[in-house]
Each structure stands twice: as C-alpha cells, then as structure tokens.
C-alpha cells in the first residue's frame, strides 16, 4: 500500500520557521502533482500549497509569500519550507496529490503548533 510519511511539524513562536518533510512510496512520484493540506481544530481540511510535475507552485493567499513549497523526485520528497509562521497556521500538515480523485491514503499529518 502506498505510503505518505510527514514529518518536521512542532512547536514554534510566532515569526519562527519549519520545514515539513513528506515521503511517499509512490511508483511514479514524479509524475503526480502534489499538494500540502493543513486542518485546523474544528475546521476543514484545506490546501495551502501545490506544486506540478512540471514544478510549478500555486499557493493560498493566506500563506502566499511566507511559504514554499519544493520537490525532490529522486528521493520522492515534497517539502514546505515555513516562514513567518503566526498562531493561524496552528493545524496538522498533510501532502497528498492535488487532484481529490487521485488521492491516496492519507498519512498521520505532521502537527504544527505556532504559540509563544
């Protein structure tokens, strides 16, 4: 069964920086378009980043130019590189593939908590 593995979340004070790892044993990663989601308590799962095959990036407007999504086909890794982080981005991280009709199992999401 394929796997989606997250990882790098914790804890870290407003204006503070993570990076968030995703692994995938995925035949033909390079291939898909991926995507990181984040759920907060209480709320909708929602993506925040995307990146192509092709390595084109698309973000939400919420984390538009505080976060960077980035990939490495030869070790089937998709990361998001965090910056600026305030309270709001509080939620657990998932990747997957961007189309919901493609999606595979999700992963146990990496927890993300921004507190002082």
């Known amino acids: 069964q394929v796997q989606l593995v997250e990882s790098g979340g914790g804890l870290v004070q407003p204006g503070g920086s993570l990076r968030l790892s995703c692994a995938t044993s995925?035949?033909?990663?390079?291939?898909?378009?991926m995507g990181w989601y984040r759920q907060a308590p209480g709320k909708q799962r929602e993506l925040v980043a995307s990146?192509?095959?092709?390595?084109?990036?698309n973000y939400a407007d919420v984390v538009k130019g505080r976060f960077t999504i980035s990939r490495d086909n030869a070790k089937n890794m998709v990361y998001l590189q965090m910056n600026t982080l305030k309270p709001e981005d509080t939620a657990v991280y998932y990747c997957?593939?961007?189309?919901?009709?493609?999606?595979?199992?999700w992963g146990q999401g990496t927890q993300v908590t921004v507190s002082s």
């Open positions: 997957n593939r961007l189309n919901p009709s493609l999606w595979m199992s």
């Open positions: 995925a035949s033909f990663f390079r291939f898909f378009d």
């Open positions: 990146i192509t095959s092709g390595g084109t990036t």
